[in-house]
């Protein structure tokens, strides 16, 4: 399949990788928007938020223990952080893979796009 993060996951693209276990991968940002930002992907490919169901839900939480963990070790999680994931166009999803941003380490814009 060709997907960028797919490709990520199979270490044919490097990644600046901050947590890994059998489901997930977490890797820093390569344009970072914050001082600390990074994606959170599941393993297995699901297209976006849109194609979560009742299937592969599981490791969507399990990946929202792997956020707060992460938060935990970059220290972000007592001044607050932003978790975002696009999806679609006008979501402007630019990786056809579900992901989760986190955002922290400043002040983030108020709005929300
Ligand atoms: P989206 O716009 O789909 O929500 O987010 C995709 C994110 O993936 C963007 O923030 C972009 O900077 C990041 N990205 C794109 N290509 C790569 C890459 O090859 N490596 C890493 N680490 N991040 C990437
Ligand atoms: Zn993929």
């Not at 940002?29 to 976006?48: G, M, R, T, W, Y």
């Not at 169901?53 to 929202?64: M, Y």
């Amino acid at each position: 399949m060709d997907c960028l993060f797919c490709k990520i996951i199979a270490g044919e693209i490097p990644c600046d990788k901050v947590y890994e276990d059998e489901q997930v991968l977490a890797f820093k940002d390569i344009n970072p928007l914050a001082p600390v930002h990074i994606l959170v992907i599941p393993k297995i490919h699901i297209e976006s938020v849109a194609a979560v169901d009742s299937e592969n839900s599981a490791v969507v939480a399990h990946i929202f223990e792997v956020i707060a963990k992460i938060a935990k070790e970059q220290d972000v999680d007592k001044d607050g952080f932003r978790v975002v994931s696009n999806c679609g166009e006008n979501g402007c999803q630019s990786v056809k893979h579900l992901h989760f941003h986190i955002l922290g380490g400043r002040r983030l814009d108020a709005t929300m796009g």
